[in-house]
């Protein structure tokens, strides 16, 4: 399985960004997807998760602001960010896990000036 993450980029404070994770098989039926980002001095950290139901889990410092979500006919996951802040910059990687198999993207560099 292969993930190829795009969409990230240089943004002011509380601009938006929308991530988007472009898998190579079908996502119908992988029940864990989601976004987790790593900052500089920091440990890769989860940001949202999806399961195949719907239910979503966001980190706390996220919550309101960014949406998970997925489109099955495109074999894609998303990330919608809003009112970003200067403690958002990271790099975000997104992720799904097949059976017991963790698969991981390259990675998308978001940079959040204040």
């Known amino acids: 399985v292969q993930l190829q993450a795009s969409g990230g980029g240089l943004v002011q404070a509380g601009g938006s960004l929308k991530l988007s994770c472009a898998v190579s098989r079908n996502i119908f039926s992988i029940n864990g997807m989601g976004w987790y980002r790593q900052a500089p001095g920091k440990q890769r950290e989860l940001v949202a998760r999806l399961t195949s139901t719907g239910t979503t889990n966001y980190a706390d410092s996220v919550k309101g602001r960014f949406t998970i979500s997925r489109d099955n006919a495109k074999n894609t996951v998303y990330l919608q960010m809003n009112s970003l802040r200067a403690e958002d910059t990271a790099v975000y990687y997104c992720?799904?896990?097949?059976?017991?198999?963790?698969?991981w993207g390259q990675g998308t560099l978001v940079t959040v000036s204040s």
């Open positions: 992720n799904v896990r097949v059976g017991v198999i963790d698969y």
